[in-house]
């Protein structure tokens, strides 16, 4: 199995990886052989991968740095790099290899501390690989000085350091830094060849594979938790009997305090399963006695603990919120479908009564501003305000 088949409907950009690869390739074997590579300058050291969620650019970003450090037999006989099956790209795709670093935050943002570590990694050699790679999954939330500090390592990087940037669009990266880098962007795969992957891969039926796959609008790893994971079809359940629930103000702020508190939960839940080990974990790497007693001078790196799990519930808590938002906005989508008449699929055929119900009863000016509510709600959010006001705002503007 290549590493380019975790990459789904996305043909255009597989060939320009594999194409890139084969680049990097040559330059490696021909800096190996101390010979001068005339086609050094085709190789691209910063690249921004851009998609919708779901599309698969985290995917595509590991699948190209397994390439960079493929170390196959084969290729000496003619084959491509990115076998996926030899000490490089095992390695790499399941993230151990030496040389490759993936960054992915469960945070709110990432700050200058780390990436100037990034970039003081950055400027090493590799250890054994061909390449050192940086896969930075959560560009977008570089803080404005952490964009800053990254922008000179982009710009002047090491000759055998490539950087590989992800973020949903280039506006969610600095122009200075996306202006330095080779631009991919990632379409949402077809619904069919998402369902197709389920299948193949998880061993999912088919019917479920493809209601999962239409419910999440090619969104691969939310279809794959949708139809593996019961309590997320309960709770997708619960936010598409929201529309249904908004005929007055009671309703309206009930069904906020529900979204609110079952994101809550979630966040609680992450915690339950992460805090108290990584917490038991830093006071045995403290010296913590027996009795759970800290040594002194101990107090300021449980504090950063305590600070970066608050941080971790807010963003777990955000996103949790943003999947309903846009199981919400889906069902809208839907109901504008069949009030304009277009021959789309449905995306929530499960609750194709309800979409119907409110498609008849209310005119399509009044759905799409129930869509720019919701949309408002994620802005909001993102702009740190209080999640049940927000939420409130937002089910008060649904209102019938």
């Known amino acids: ?196 992957v389920l299948v193949r891969r998880d061993g999912i039926e088919p019917e479920a594979a493809l209601a999962a796959a239409r419910a999440t609008q090619g969104h691969i790893d939310r279809a794959r938790r949708l139809a593996t994971d019961e309590r997320a079809r309960a709770r997708r359940s619960v936010v598409l009997k929201l529309p249904l629930r908004v005929d007055d103000i009671g309703g309206c702020l009930r069904a906020a305090q529900e979204l609110v508190d079952a994101a809550a939960e979630d966040a609680k839940q992450v915690a339950e399963e992460v805090d108290v080990k990584e917490t038991d974990e830093l006071k045995t790497a403290l010296g913590a006695s027996q009795g759970g007693r800290m040594p002194r001078g101990t107090a300021g790196a449980m504090k950063e603990l305590e600070e970066r799990q608050k941080r971790r519930r807010t963003r777990t808590q955000r996103d949790s919120l943003d999947l309903a938002l846009t199981d919400l906005t889906g069902f809208y989508r839907d109901v504008l479908t069949l009030q304009l008449r277009s021959r789309s699929a449905l995306a929530n055929t499960d609750v194709r009564d309800a979409i119907e119900r409110i498609a008849r009863d209310t005119p399509p000016e009044r759905t799409l501003r129930r869509i720019e509510a919701i949309l408002a709600c994620r802005e909001a959010l993102d702009r740190n305000v209080a999640p049940l006001l927000a939420v409130e705002a937002m089910t008060m503007a649904l209102r019938g």
């Open 1 to 196: 199995m290549a590493v380019w088949d975790d990459l789904v409907g996305q043909t255009r950009v597989e060939e320009q990886l594999a194409a890139a690869a084969r680049d990097a390739d040559t330059l490696v074997t021909a800096h190996a052989a101390g010979e001068p590579d005339p086609d050094a300058s085709k190789m691209t050291h910063a690249w921004l991968f851009t998609g919708p969620p779901g599309s698969g650019r985290a995917t595509a970003a590991r699948a190209f740095a397994a390439a960079l450090q493929c170390v196959s037999p084969d290729r000496a006989l003619g084959g491509a790099p990115g076998c996926g099956f030899c000490d490089g790209c095992h390695t790499t795709l399941v993230g151990t290899h030496a040389d490759v670093e993936i960054v992915r935050t469960d945070l709110l943002s990432i700050g200058v501390k780390d990436t100037r570590a990034l970039v003081r990694r950055a400027q090493l050699s590799p250890a054994g690989g061909r390449w050192q790679v940086i896969v930075l999954e959560d560009a977008d939330r570089l803080t404005e000085g952490a964009g800053n500090v990254l922008l000179k390592a982009v710009e002047e990087p090491a000759p055998r350091t490539v950087w590989l940037l992800c973020a949903p669009s280039l506006e969610d990266v600095l122009p200075t830094i996306r202006s330095r880098c080779r631009h991919l962007s990632l379409r949402t795969p077809p619904v069919e060849a998402v369902a197709d």
